[in-house]
């Protein structure tokens, strides 16, 4: 396999969440904001290629589009996300993703395997779906990333307090659970077909709790 220009995504991190302008309109920061766009848009290209080779090897499954490398209100993105369906899974299912984050302390750009849902396919019948991951033992190296009603709310979920989520989604504190699997420095891969291989192993670590997703009888 060819090798992937991973540094793009890791400057393209120091945009996250700042405005951008279009050059034609941004006089004096014109040159800067054409680096701005040209730095984006090639983190992001590099993020679909990692998709496309974990897509070839992830047997019935197609990728959805990977996710823009600016928001509706024009602001970085850095952290590209791509879910994956296969033909038996509604979009407003739990289904495998993958995501990208970074790593403040390491100053590194990594990788999670996830399941969740798409939230602008949801219904009421999503998180209620999702949440039936809790019927699962939590084992390493997976964790639950729980999302409550607000970002504030947003939490990891160790053994004790795993015990108290099903009470806390039935008062409508918590929303969701994702399942998540990390592979943190992406850069330390110098085989491209050894990320790859990490990131199907990181969906094999996901599979039981999907297929208690998948069991659609719910209370």
Known sequence: MYMLDFDTLKRYMDYNNQQYIAPDKAGDRKLEMETFKKTG?????????????????????????????MNQAQKATPLFFCYFFSEETELYEPTFAIRLFYDSESETVGL???????????????????????????????????????PETDAFAGDSIIQNLPQK??????????????????????????????????????????????????K
């Open 41 to 69: 848009q090639q983190a992001r290209v590099v993020f679909q290629q990692i998709i496309k080779l974990v897509e070839d090897q992830f047997e019935n499954v197609k990728a959805q589009k990977v996710s823009s490398w």
């Open 169 to 218: 989604i039935e008062e409508g504190e918590v929303r969701k659970i994702l399942v998540k699997y990390d592979i943190p420095d992406i850069q330390r891969y110098q085989k491209l077909e050894d990320l790859v291989k990490q990131i199907l192993s990181g969906f094999d670590y996901l599979k039981p709790y999907y297929d208690e997703t998948r069991n659609t009888q719910i």
């Open 112 to 150: 999670s395997t996830e399941l969740s849902f798409i939230e602008r396919y949801a219904t009421k019948v999503s998180p209620k779906l999702q949440n039936k991951v809790l019927n699962v033992p939590l084992k390493n190296p997976v964790y639950f990333a729980i999302r409550g009603k607000t």
